[in-house]
């Protein structure tokens, strides 16, 4: 029967939705909206849905839907303002209307059904109303009252953002959406508008906090704050007014919440998650909650497996949402390191910055934007990004595709063998214009695993040329790069299948470290190395470069990420010295940099050398992005030719975010902020994804693992997925044939073309 007596707490469009629905599909239930507010107060003026969100509306209420179609303004074009410069893009399709006539059009639906509204009336506590009620929905928003009071329960985490921003209007339309920016004595700030109705327009203003105050816009009231927004940005106004709503400066909060319901309370839009305004999604996933909690309550056959439910359904679908979001969020706090790209370029980058926009999908909806920000790139007609060379020094990489280092735990005292030969080798072939070792190591005592290679003895050094020459004769134009390593702590452990980073439980070796700290609890504690073990140690990295360079590698990388010896110098989590060795960045940099001009000084000067970084720790008092930028900028100064860069793994209690392409963001500000080129790594999977990253500017290389793992013939695949057959990739002689893909048995039958009627 499901819930007959149902509260709903907030009187916004998730919460009257929601009681709408509910009402709809049940009439007998006895419905109550309670809302705080008048019925034509709200804040903001115009808000965005998607297609998609239309769709679950028409199918669940063609009279809502209905209405809301009669009212939308609907326009399909971007407009990108970069210092004076305007470039359009096509082909996006929004619909948007004034959230107070969206919140009229539901007021009279429920009306209709038979809710019962209750304006200018604080709701009881939540607890109350679950006493006496079926279910209790709680839609009270970002500061939802009802989330703090259960806070036990909910186990909220909300997260306040680096930039003010204030929610205005214009009393004329936008013929498209439009991003602005301004590079003001303070600091750059930015404009987000667009229609809402025939003759008005939401525009909102934004910058970062440290830029407001330096503005004195901390030190206006409300009136005075609108008529220095319509100053600054006179232009894109036309010289028309702003206005505002009692609007308020405000930062942005991200919400999100361990769980969404309580007992019969369930938590609704802002009050369960909340998603940056620059993507447009607040209206549209308190909509979407609403839709898919009145579907579970009518599916399910108890409100407990109905909540359960609506949660499951619902939270991968705002966790993808908010990664977006975030991305978006995160990408304008940082505008400043774009500032100096080609407008079309950041044109591009702009429109591409949550993930969700990628180049293909860009080139979909509008071909002839998308062909000129190639064509600024240097793109030749028909190439995709990911397929134009790439110089280190005198190594030319003919196309942008890396296969990352990938320890194989197959090595014997060192050696690579057959394993090695058939993987690398099948890589090489794969197309990729790079293809790396896995961390090879400099010292018996330096491998992570008994089956880690090494360059330590001249029997390794001649199976790695083995290597080396197959994938040069048979692949010629892929080049081969060899990571050099030192275990540090994180030595003497199990191969990964029999337990990661577990130690070895007999025919262990000493390790040592930055400090003797244990990387785990149960891990061996290393040594201390002295000053003498230090120049030792150096001596190892040196002697494996040489025996590198004669194998016929072409390139070169030092591995300091990871948690592994060099890494375990560059954190303060894990090198705790008291020497010139260890405290400030400056000193815990000293051993890798020495390390890194040892190698540099015997490697081939032609040959490009790069260095892999964790960008962070992911843990409280450990390397952070700030710290990142200056750990490249140091090694730059030094000779690096790139700067590989990944996370983590320098902690055993880390905390990463991970997502779709979630270390990318550290490797774009290191490019941006310092000119250095980047190699980007992390769950980037589809070739769409390079195309978009490289085109947008924010790397420069990217390094893939699990897709070539997957397939080892990945770019070759991308290449003919995209139709691209020119000089950025070549199929091996006895592969050609299979450059198409093979034919399959046909899947489809004929369509009816004519229904007729009974």
């Given at each position: ?20 629905l ?17 019925p ?17 509306i ?34 996006h ?7 107070r ?75 498209a ?6 590079e ?28 407001w ?30 206005r ?16 969404w319901s ?24 308190a ?23 609506y949660?499951a ?40 910055r ?15 934007f998308?062909?000129a ?29 890396v ?8 090595a ?20 990729a214009?790079?293809v ?11 491998r ?12 390794q050094?001649a199976a ?22 030192h ?20 025919g ?8 003797p ?15 003498d073990?230090?120049a030792?140690?150096?001596?190892q ?10 194998a ?80 490249a ?21 880390e ?11 550290f490797?774009d ?11 980007s790594?992390g ?25 070539h ?23 091996p ?6 450059s ?12 009816p ?5 009974g």
């Amino acid at each position: 029967m499901g819930p007959l007596r149902v509260a709903v707490i907030g009187g916004g469009p998730g919460g009257l939705y929601a009681a709408a629905l509910l009402k709809r599909l049940d009439p007998r239930r006895d419905i109550t909206v309670w809302e705080r507010n008048a019925p034509d107060d709200t804040f903001g003026f115009g808000v965005v849905l998607s297609d998609e969100t239309l769709g679950g509306i028409g199918h669940a209420d063609p009279v809502v839907h209905a209405a809301l179609q009669a009212e939308f303004v609907r326009w399909d074009d971007i407009d990108v303002v970069h210092r004076g410069t305007r470039h359009t893009s096509g082909g996006h399709g929004f619909a948007a209307l004034g959230r107070r006539r969206l919140l009229e059009i539901l007021h009279e639906r429920c009306r209709q059904l038979g809710v019962n509204l209750r304006f200018r009336s604080p709701a009881p506590p939540a607890a109350d109303l679950a006493r006496d009620h079926d279910l209790v929905v709680a839609a009270d928003g970002v500061r939802s009252a009802t989330r703090e009071a259960h806070a036990d329960a909910f186990r909220p985490r909300v997260e306040e953002h680096r930039c003010r921003y204030i929610w205005l209007a214009a009393d004329f339309a936008f013929d498209a959406f439009r991003f602005e920016t301004a590079e003001t004595e303070h600091g750059v700030m930015q404009l987000h508008g667009y229609p809402y109705t025939g003759g008005d327009s939401t525009v909102i203003v934004e910058m970062r906090e440290e830029v407001w105050r330096a503005a004195g816009f901390d030190a206006l009231d409300a009136p005075e704050s609108v008529e220095r927004c319509a100053k600054i940005f006179t232009e894109a106004l036309g010289g028309r007014a702003l206005r505002s709503n009692n609007s308020a400066w405000t930062a942005f909060r991200t919400v999100v919440n361990e769980k969404w319901s309580h007992g019969n309370i369930v938590l609704v839009g802002d009050s369960a998650h909340t998603a940056h305004f620059s993507i447009g999604s607040g209206t549209k996933l308190a909509v979407e909650d609403a839709l898919a909690l009145a579907a579970c309550l009518q599916e399910q056959p108890t409100t407990a497996e109905a909540l359960a439910a609506y949660e499951a359904e619902r939270r991968p679908v705002v966790a993808s949402t908010q990664r977006a979001a975030r991305a978006s969020l995160e990408w304008f706090e940082n505008i400043g390191l774009y500032l100096d790209q080609p407008a079309r370029q950041f044109a591009f980058n702009l429109l591409t910055r949550s993930r969700r926009v990628t180049h293909d999908n860009l080139r979909l909806r509008d071909p002839r934007f998308t062909e000129a920000v190639e064509r600024d790139f240097g793109c030749p007609p028909g190439t995709p990004p990911m397929f134009t060379p790439l110089s280190l020094r005198d190594l030319t990489l003919r196309n942008r595709v890396v296969v990352s280092p990938m320890d194989m735990y197959s090595a014997r005292a060192g050696v690579p063998g057959d394993f090695h030969l058939v993987h690398l080798g099948a890589r090489a072939l794969g197309g990729a214009g790079l293809v790396m070792t896995e961390m090879v190591c400099v010292s018996p005592e330096g491998r992570i695993t008994p089956g880690c290679g090494g360059l330590y003895t001249q029997e390794q050094a001649a199976a790695w040329r083995r290597i080396t020459e197959f994938a040069h004769t048979q692949a010629p134009g892929t080049a081969v790069g060899v990571q050099l390593g030192h275990s540090g702590r994180k030595g003497s452990t199990k191969l990964m299948w029999e337990g990661i980073d577990e130690p070895l439980a007999e025919g262990n070796w000493p390790l040592v470290a930055a400090s003797p700290l244990p990387y785990k609890p149960g891990s061996q504690i290393p040594r201390e190395l002295t000053r003498d073990e230090l120049a030792d140690v150096r001596e190892q990295f040196t002697s494996a470069a040489l025996r590198a360079a004669d194998a016929g590698f072409d390139l070169l990388e030092l591995h300091c990420a990871h948690g592994y010896l060099l890494s375990g110098f560059l954190s303060p989590l894990s090198n705790q010295r008291t020497d010139a060795y260890g405290g400030p960045l400056a000193n815990r940099l000293r051993f890798p940099l020495e390390v890194f001009d040892a190698v540099r000084d015997v490697w081939p000067g032609d040959r490009p050398m790069t260095v892999r970084i964790s960008a962070t720790d992911w843990a409280d008092g450990g390397t952070d992005a700030d710290d990142a930028v200056e750990i490249a900028r140091a090694f730059a100064a030094h000779g690096a030719d790139a700067i590989d860069v990944s996370t983590g793994q320098v902690v055993a209690d880390e905390k990463p975010a991970y997502g779709r392409s979630y270390q990318v963001p550290f490797a774009d500000r290191i490019r941006n902020e310092t000119g250095i080129p980047v190699i980007s790594v992390g769950a980037i999977s589809s070739w769409d994804d390079v195309n978009s990253l490289i085109l947008a500017g924010r790397t420069d290389l990217c390094a893939l693992a699990r897709p070539h793992l997957y397939d080892p013939h990945w770019t070759l695949h991308a290449a003919a997925e995209q139709g691209y057959t020119g000089p950025g990739v070549a199929w091996p002689k006895p592969y050609e044939a299979g450059s198409r893909p093979p034919q399959t048995g046909r899947l489809d039958a004929p369509k009816p073309r004519l229904t007729l009627g009974g």
